[in-house]
């Protein structure tokens, strides 16, 4: 692709499904909206089209990627489901719920999806544009966040344009993410044990109430799924977090009853603060001022998730 020209800009109607769909299948690179953030999608299957992914992106390639897959038994061809993750997907699926399982013998993945490593990283996603992708294109997709890596994850079509440019064959513009918060990430261990590696919307509690067991700490250093580097989601300036005031020279992004120069919630919402936690990042990245302050927001819940993100992006 010419690299001084914009991604064709698709509607999340039928054409542009179908167009989605034809450039996938041929080995192009789509953003495509899900309902946590745009997705970077490209076919599992190939070498080639995964590594389109890692050079977009500049991510380091020892980071495993998601794969998107229509339904249960998509997922099965891939990976091996014991009890605990078949409870999951019953709950949770569709949904903002990733799975590590071990992978088959076999199965169709291009080994850059996975970094080498014996299992997969999995999900169904609920958002209908997504799922029509996957419908039309009969395929596995990887779907890291549409954005260079390391910044700022996008939850609307302009912020994909903004990160990637060129990079992206197409962009589907199906408006803003509801979520807007990556999804949560589960490794099943077997034995009933399991741990979470990325806190999201579906928080560790309601995991809990479905298995009926805890969460075991994550204790290894290893990358095991996306989103475990230190430095994640960075605005590209200092970030200090817990800012109940700023300094003269600090963009403050504010919660409750902290205005800020901008404010993730008002009310205090947080599911409300997820939704637009990238995108008032992306407005404190864009200000003039050098550095940027974070109000407190209170641990707990989505809460977790959010801190989780704000202190990657302060690393």
Not at 104 to 126: E, W
Not at 134 to 163: K, M, Q, Y
Request: overall charge negative; aromatic content about 4%; glycine content about 10%.
């Amino acid at each position: 692709m010419d690299h001084a020209s914009k991604p064709v800009m698709l509607d999340d109607g039928p054409d542009g499904i179908s167009a989605a769909a034809a450039l996938l299948r041929g080995g192009g690179l789509v953003a495509v909206p899900t309902e946590t953030v745009y997705g970077l999608a490209a076919r599992a299957d190939r070498d080639e089209s995964v590594a389109a992914i890692y050079r977009a992106k500049g991510r380091p390639s020892f980071n495993p990627l998601i794969v998107h897959v229509a339904d249960l038994a998509s997922a099965q061809v891939l990976a091996h489901f014991d009890a605990e993750a078949l409870k999951l997907a019953e709950a949770f699926w569709p949904g903002a719920l990733t799975m590590v399982l071990p992978l088959r013998d076999g199965a169709p993945i291009a080994a850059a999806v996975t970094a080498g490593l014996p299992t997969l990283a999995l999900r169904c996603p609920a958002h209908s544009v997504m799922r029509a992708v996957i419908a039309e294109t009969g395929l596995p997709l990887a779907a890291p966040s549409a954005n260079r890596s390391g910044g700022v994850s996008p939850t609307d079509a302009a912020h994909v344009v903004a990160s990637l440019g060129a990079n992206v064959d197409a962009v589907i513009d199906g408006g803003p993410c509801e979520a807007g918060l990556e999804s949560t990430i589960v490794a099943l261990r077997g034995d009933g044990r399991w741990q979470v590696l990325r806190p999201g919307p579906i928080t560790e509690a309601r995991i809990t109430a479905v298995l009926g067991t805890a969460s075991e700490p994550v204790t290894s250093q290893a990358i095991e799924a996306p989103g475990q580097l230190a430095s994640h989601y960075a605005p590209g300036k200092p970030v200090r977090l817990g800012a109940t005031a700023a300094e003269a020279d600090e963009f403050h992004i504010g919660f409750g009853a902290l205005a800020g120069d901008a404010t993730l919630s008002a009310s205090g919402d947080l599911a409300e603060a997820a939704a637009r936690l990238y995108a008032v990042l992306h407005q404190a990245a864009a200000a003039a001022q050098p550095r940027i302050a974070v109000a407190p927001i209170p641990e707990g819940d989505i809460g977790t998730a959010i801190n989780d993100r704000l202190r990657r992006a302060a690393a």
